[in-house]
């Protein structure tokens, strides 16, 4: 089991790690900021879907994610068409348009990774790969298991 400075370093490197998504996010051209790229992302990965499941799996409030949504239609990257099972619904799926903007998009993060790692060796990236993996894979078993963290009137135990 790690020692409790370990995982007291581990929070200062996701906060590092935040400034490093930030800095990638400066590669996303004016026209599609952070918000907008990830709502493509999503409807890539997960298909077509109502907004109320694209707000939760995007994690952000209803009225953030309609601003995205708004802008991404806009430019006519996604379609809102009404949902044939409750027409007060609508459906977003991705535009052919759409997705070749997402494919432009992953092209400047790998190019700014490729970049910026490049004294990288391919077993480091692999690692480093692989525990985010895992990182990610384990706190979707903890959501799962627990009440949300915000929920909690203490941060939850760490092991001794």
């Avoid at 494919?103 to 985010?132: F, K």
């Avoid at 909690?152 to 135990?157: G, I, K, R």
Wanted: proline content about 7%.
């Amino acid at each position: 089991m790690a020692a409790q400075e370990q995982y007291a370093e581990l929070a200062r490197q996701l906060s590092a790690v935040s400034a490093v998504k930030r800095d990638l996010a400066r590669v996303l051209p004016v026209d599609c900021p952070p918000g907008s790229a990830a709502v493509l992302t999503v409807l890539d990965k997960h298909g077509e879907m109502r907004m109320s499941r694209l707000a939760e799996l995007l994690a952000i409030d209803m009225s953030v994610t309609s601003r995205h949504v708004a802008h991404v239609e806009g430019r006519g990257w996604i379609d809102r068409d009404p949902d044939p099972g409750d027409r007060r619904s609508r459906i977003l799926r991705l535009t052919p348009a759409g997705k070749r903007r997402l494919d432009e998009l992953a092209e400047r993060y790998t190019q700014a990774l490729a970049h910026c790692l490049s004294g990288w060796s391919d077993d480091e990236l692999g690692l480093l790969n692989t525990l985010l993996a895992r990182l990610h894979t384990d706190f979707g078993v903890c959501r799962g298991s627990t009440p949300r963290f915000k929920d909690l009137a203490e941060p939850p135990p760490l092991p001794a």
